[in-house]
Every structure is written in structure tokens, then in C-alpha cells.
């Protein structure tokens, strides 16, 4: 399974959708394996492929996509995991090599398996050690620091923290902690609880949301944030330029719009409350969705903050005098944070906040407190 979602990954699709979609038949530990494999992998693809090149004597881009993919897997396995025993790793890697049939691949993956050891490895610079493309190394150092740069590439090769939403009217159930942010807990998810990063949590109190006021949740899926403005009694619509990931916020209750953003939004009034948790790169989000940074690239987000840039000025046009609109990302790159509401001219900045990974415990978020001219 896991090396089935891997090819998925390669082939433009998104690990978090693909595993949700491929264990659901499999029991809690075979999906957590699985889980866990895949994650792993793809946290640790640039180590990985440096130790595949150094140990073959062949460059990754030089063999079979199938090859490469069963030999990640494995010295992920081998140098990363305790509790598979290292022939299991190793045949299982081979088998799958020959079930791709790629069978005159298989002796050299498994003389290639057999050299991996736990010892020390000397890296051959930062980015490998660190498992993250050199040129986003790169901007990180340039924007917040060496320090702080490898702490957030280190803290995207950890395994996550699991936070659950908890609203006010709601029990908390036995085994989840209390957080510094109000119904923010971590622990186990029990069923029927909202699984939500805790920074993502820390964006809808900043709308500063009051009963009865309109609201629109302008990039609403999956509808964590959706759901968690609705503590609040309002007027509420909901839209998403995806119809098959707008199904996912139904749960919440509320009329729903698909739309395009970046075209003049079709409402005819005004709300007093707008979120526009615009479409980003996603790297704040990397150790959930680590294929972001492989799948990344520079000419990447001057598209996004075009977009974002028009999603704003459209966002602003339906603002009431007097109300607030939040910008946000799950973004650490400033063309898609501080230079987006500047870009979009239009409104003033009330105040700014980001958290960082390494810094903050989950994701990196960024979100600007926005109104209308001097409101």
C-alpha cells in the first residue's frame, strides 16, 4: 500500500489524499505502517536519495521511477525504523522491484539494501542533512536566520503532534491535554472530535467574531476554520473554488458556493466578517505534507501570489464598512504573506501574526488583521 501511494505521490498526487483514500480497508496498524512509510519517505527523500546515489555508484534521476521508489522505501526502513526486522525490509523491497517487473533490477536493489547501516553519516552539506531542497534552505536562512532555518527543517522531519478542536459547549473527552490556545487539546482523536492543527486555531479568533454578524469563509475547505467560526451564532456563508473539496465542509450547515476567487465575488451585500485562508505553497504545513518541498518550485510562488494578490482585492470589495477581514497562510514565504495585503492596495493592516515551526508547536501560519481605510 504504502509503496502504491509513493508512485501516486510521483505522479502529481497528494500523500494525505491518497491515504486517506487507500487504507481505509486496512486495520489501524497496517494503515499506521503504511502511514508511517510513506511520511517518512518522503520527509527524508533528499537524505534517502543522496545514500541510494552514494551507495550505488548511479545517480537517482538514472533509475526507474518503480527501482527508486522500492529502495526508498527500504532504507527508510533500515536506517530510520526499529521495529522491521532489516531481511523483511529488504525482501519486501525486492518483491515489490519484481512485481513492477523490473526484475533485472532486483539483485542490484538488493546488494544496494544490504550495504545500509545505522553508523554516523558524514553529509555532504546542510540541505542533505536536513532533507530540504537547497534553494528553500536558502530563503529560510535569508529570512529568518541560520538558526532558525535548520529548526524549521528539523522540525518538519518530526512526526506530528496530533491537536484535536474542541468548542466551548463541548465535553472533553479522557486523554487529551489542555494547550495555551483556548479549545485547542492534544492526544488521541476520538471519534466524532475535529483533528486541527493548533496553529490553524489560532487564526478565526483574530476575526474577533460577535452573534448574528455575516461572515463569509471565502477558501472554506476543508472546513476545520469553518466550523470553528460557527461557535459563534452568524449569518454565515461558506466557498471554496472546488466543488469535490467544498463536499467535505457540508457537515457544517451552511449554504456553500463554489466559486472562482480571483474573478469579483457574485454577493450582492456586505459581510461584517471575511476569512481569506488563500491557497499557498503549503510550507508550513511540511511535516504533514512533506512532498511539498519536493514538489515546490521558485517560479511557484510568484503564480500563487498573483492569485492570492486578486483572491484579497475581490475579498475586500464585499467588506462592510466598520468589518474585518483576516488574510491567512499556512505559508513561511513573505511574497505570500507580508507583501500580498501590501500588493492588493486596498485596506489597512491592524496587525500581523505568524508561528514557526521549531518556534511554535505546529504548523507555521501567517494572517493579517485587515479593514477598510481608516474603520
Known sequence: MAYDVLLGVERGGFSSDLLARDTVALDSRDAGLAEEIVLGVLRWRGAIDWMIAKLSGRPVAKLDREVVTALRMGVYQLRWLDRVPPHAAINES??????????????????????????????????TRLSCPAWLLDRWIAAYGKDMAWRIAEASLQRPERFVRIGPDEPVPEGLEPTDVAGAYVGPAPAGNRVQDISSQTIVPLLDLQPGQGFLDLCSAPGNKTAQALETP???????????????????????VTLDATRPLPFGGAFDRILVDAPCSGTGTLVRNPEIKWKLEPRDLVELQRKQVAILRNA?????????????????????????????????????????????????FFAAMITLGDA
Open 234 to 256: 452568524l449569518r454565515a456563508v461558506a466557498s471554496d473554488s472546488s466543488l469535490t473539496r467544498l463536499q467535505q465542509v457540508r457537515r457544517v450547515g451552511i449554504p456553500l
Open 316 to 364: 475586500l470589495g464585499v467588506l462592510a464598512p466598520g468589518g474585518r477581514l483576516v488574510y491567512s497562510t499556512c505559508s513561511l514565504e513573505a511574497e505570500e504573506n507580508e507583501a500580498v495585503p501590501a500588493l492588493a492596495g486596498v485596506g489597512k493592516v491592524r496587525g500581523t501574526r505568524q508561528r514557526i515551526p521549531g518556534r511554535d508547536r505546529g504548523d507555521g
Open 94 to 127: 525486492v518483491e515489490l522491484i519484481k512485481r513492477a517487473r523490473k526484475r533485472s533490477a532486483a539483485g542490484f536493489a538488493n546488494a544496494v539494501l544490504r550495504k545500509v547501516t545505522r553508523d554516523p553519516v558524514e553529509w555532504p552539506d546542510d540541505a
